[in-house]
């Protein structure tokens, strides 16, 4: 039997499908855009506000015991005179779900009734409060709070199927986050000549949460800390019941001296690139060419429909015009061996890709040139392209580090010293791992038309899509205030019958 949620979707589906179908292909004598004799009017009744999905973010919150975890962990005011520990940190991770790009956004939402509705709330604090917070936080305490939404991790990720727990991968990477300021305590500069500051950032893969934010000073390793860190976000998966960790990182995070250690656990496995120094490479022009094989990419993925005639290609004309040199992969082989890092008393499987490449200038071949990239791992067992491409499946992580910075605005230096600056990026974070959690609660299908589950980071992909980006209104009924959620298209409408915690088309409190 069908749910109304799914009456819904399906009846909005049919309508849209039979209007674009009527509009048809026929010439018309007039645009399609008509418009028409619209009325606007400002209604004193009623209150609407276009990210309507923020009440049901705290309901998820209230739900997954993130409000308690966070006032037991965290212990900064002597008084709450109103807020509490939780009201200040979830004021700047529900800032940026609202779509809040600073700190001094904070004070649209302070103003807008329909928003303090949503929250059930007088008041909320007010930017320089909010900034005020987070220069009251020490180390200490920036870390109790990252215990707190560990706390909350590992009750979401036990609520989910036994699958779910099959395989743990923690990416880890550097990034620099650059301030035009000149007095923020802390800051340095960076190898590339920016000043601010170099924060590690560990993420799971498998959703695309936030697993650990280290900020550092700008001039700081990319592996700084990142040993320990990893430690910790394998102890804490083992602990939720992950069955395998994996680690993946860039060359720079091939910590040679923890792998012995890692090693000892088989549930632990690595990849991780590692530089092509001169005994590397030596090691690669010295194997027999009987160890090599031709390495094909996978293709990305089957086209749906009837394949398209490639376009030409302008830009390589262009090139050859003007006599740039043009570098031309030709084609990649892969092979491996056994090999022993200096610092370790183990020997880990090392896999060696080969580019030959053409170097052209003009329409002319200058020579011919091969490069070579290395990955360690201690998997023995999977094909040497599978850790290849297992490596390369990395590259998600810069998608999300790039969507921490320009789209949630979680990674900026927005007050005035590294700690304080730290524990901004943990709190925003959290309006990023929210949406994750908010995932994890959504059906394993996508829709009626998804025949296959969907993966933890797919159904994070939508969330973020839908976290709150769909309009509601408040009304009152039998003396309560009530949240409706406006379905104003079939998207919309997916979105709010999805919504985590409530019910039908209404929830009230």
Same mark, same amino acid.
């Given at each position: ?35 028409? +004799? ?56 529900? +800032? ?23 929250? &059930? ?36 990720? &036990? ?55 280290? +900020? ?175 490596? +390369?499946?990395?590259?998600? &992580? ?81 003396? &309560? ?29």
């Amino acid at each position: 039997m069908q749910t109304i949620e799914q009456q819904w979707c399906r009846n909005g589906k049919r309508t849209i499908e039979a209007r674009l179908q009527r509009s048809g292909d026929s010439p018309r004598n007039e645009p399609v855009f008509r418009g028409g +004799n619209l009325r606007y009017e400002v209604s004193d009744r009623v209150g609407a506000i276009g990210c309507g999905g923020i009440g049901a973010v705290h309901l998820l919150a209230q739900r997954i015991g993130l409000i308690d975890a966070i006032d037991q962990h965290l212990h900064v005011l002597k008084l709450h005179k109103p807020y509490h520990e939780s009201d200040h940190v979830l004021n700047i991770a529900y +800032n940026i779900l609202c779509g809040g790009r600073r700190l001094e956004d904070i004070e649209r939402r302070r103003n807008d009734t329909v928003f303090l509705d949503a929250l &059930q709330t007088d008041r909320i604090p007010d930017p320089t409060t909010a900034g005020d917070f987070c220069r009251r936080l020490q180390p200490e305490h920036v870390l109790a709070l990252g215990d707190a939404f560990d706390e909350v991790r590992l009750r979401v990720w &036990q609520q989910q199927p036994q699958e779910f727990l099959e395989q743990a991968t923690i990416d880890m990477d550097g990034t620099l986050v650059g301030t035009t300021g000149s007095c923020k305590q802390g800051m340095d500069i960076a190898y590339d000549g920016t000043w601010g500051y170099h924060p590690l950032v560990l993420t799971l893969a498998e959703t695309g949460e936030v697993l650990c934010v280290l +900020n550092r000073s700008g001039n700081r390793p990319s592996h700084e800390g990142a040993a320990e860190a990893a430690g910790d976000a394998m102890a804490l998966c083992f602990r939720a019941g992950f069955r395998r960790v994996r680690l993946r990182g860039d060359t720079d995070f091939t910590q040679t001296r923890h792998l012995d250690a890692w090693t000892e656990d088989p549930r632990v496995q690595f990849v991780f690139g590692i530089d092509a120094m001169p005994q590397l490479t030596a090691i690669g022009e010295e194997l027999a060419a009987t160890a090599w094989k031709r390495l094909f990419r996978r293709v990305k993925r089957a086209p749906a429909t009837t394949p398209r005639q490639r376009p030409a290609n302008v830009k390589e004309p262009i090139v050859a015009e003007r006599e740039f040199e043009n570098i031309r992969l030709k084609h990649e082989d892969i092979a491996e061996c056994r090999y022993r890092p200096h610092a370790c008393r183990k020997e880990y499987r090392l896999v060696i890709v080969r580019k030959n490449l053409s170097i052209e200038r003009g329409e002319t071949a200058l020579f011919d040139d091969v490069r070579y990239h290395f990955y360690l791992t201690n998997d023995w067992e999977s094909p040497a392209e599978a850790i290849v491409f297992q490596a +390369n499946d990395r590259c998600q &992580q810069e998608n999300v580090i790039e969507q921490l910075k320009n789209g949630a605005r979680a990674l900026l230096a927005p007050v005035d010293n590294l700690v304080s600056n730290w524990a901004y990026m943990v709190m925003a974070a959290l309006a990023w791992n929210l949406k994750a959690w908010w995932a994890l609660h959504l059906p394993v299908t996508l829709g009626p038309g998804d025949r296959q589950g969907a993966s933890p980071l797919q159904r994070a992909e939508r969330a973020r899509a839908e976290r709150g980006h769909f309009a509601g209104r408040t009304a009152r009924r039998n003396r &309560q205030l009530g949240w409706v959620a406006v379905a104003v298209g079939v998207g919309d409408r997916q979105g709010a019958a999805k919504i985590p915690g409530t019910h039908g088309h209404r929830h009230e409190w």
